[in-house]
């Protein structure tokens, strides 16, 4: 029985179906990856943020008769209260603020999906109605998406990439509210929040 060696014809062929494959496989997982890094860094920002004058909530819940409220993070500072909701989605993002329903376009198609400004103001009209004594307190909206994301939004509100987050809140550095009005906001969110140790969780599908 002979031996088969691999020829120079036997291994342009080869690399010919194992290359193309092998660029393709590298793409995705560095398309894949640049969002995970994103969404890494931000949720590090907002750990980083956590201090004197800013306190992070992470999901934070609010029960309502229709469900549980909720944002990606809920920032409450000295200076505001920055209600920030977070996506993976990658391609086109059309809407308006005024609109029920946004666009999202990719290379599989198109589909409708929730204005997420409005799941921002459903949390902020249950946190108003959660914390009668801070109804003073008008949130900062933020919606945020991954680099490769194009966003094509109408709209007053921030609607913006995650990179651009701690930004829009380091951006507002003017004294708001005070110091104990900020930290007792806080801790009675805190003590409103339901995900600590909820079963149940209303999520807006943004994907």
Known sequence: ???WRMGASDLAGFLNIFMPLLMVAVAVVLYLWRGWTERTALQSAMKNLSGNEYSVLEHPGIR????VMTVDYAVVSVYGI????TSDFKGRVTGSEEASEWTLSNRRGS???ENPLLRVDAFARAMRRALPNYRFARPVAIVAYPARAILNVRSTQHVTYLSKVMDIIGSHNVQTISFS???GMASALRYADVNSGADEVVLSDMM
């Not at 309502?64 to 469900?67: C, F, R």
């Not at 920055?82 to 909701?85: A, K, M, P």
């Open 1 to 3: 029985m002979g031996i």
């Open 64 to 67: 309502t008769p229709q469900g």
């Open 82 to 85: 920055f209600l920030v909701v």
């Open 111 to 113: 589909r409708p999906v």
């Open 181 to 183: 009005q900020a930290s």
